[in-house]
Nanobody
Framework: QVEVVESGGGLVQAGGSLRLSCAAS????????MGWFRQAPGKEREFVAA????????NYADSVKGRATISRDNAKNTVYLQMNSLKPEDTAVYYC?????????????????WGQGTQVTVSS
């Protein structure tokens, strides 16, 4: 049984930073790509960032490019999302997901397992 658990969300002022963490268990972590998505109130869930199984390939949404860094530690079965220069429009529930394979993808249908989400609120 695969479990995906996010942590690190919270309330931060605009211009601040947060690091989200995501731990996955239940199958071999190091062979699957991981992704971060977010859903703001009243909006559909959208892609934020993804990282390949080895960490050598990453992909970012245009809205966070240059402000976000996704990374992973396969020894700890954990993926991270460092967000800097946060804006009020970054306010959302952030979801971590594990892909069906090792390749980077922005498509939600490529992801088999999802966490419950962690709230990030950016105040102006």
């Amino acid at each position: 049984q695969v479990e995906v658990v996010e942590s690190g969300g919270g309330l931060v002022q605009a211009g601040g930073s947060l690091r989200l963490s995501c731990a996955a268990s239940g199958r071999t972590f190091g062979i699957y790509a991981m992704g971060w998505f977010r859903q703001a109130p009243g909006k559909e869930r959208e892609f934020v960032a993804a990282i390949s199984w080895s960490g050598s390939n990453t992909n970012y949404a245009d809205s966070v490019k240059g402000r976000a860094t996704i990374s992973r530690d396969n020894a700890k079965n954990t993926v991270y999302l460092q967000m800097n220069s946060l804006k009020p429009e970054d306010t959302a529930v952030y979801y971590c997901a594990q892909s069906r394979n090792g390749l980077v993808s922005a498509l939600q249908r490529w992801y088999d397992y999802w966490g419950q989400g962690t709230q990030v609120t950016v105040s102006s």
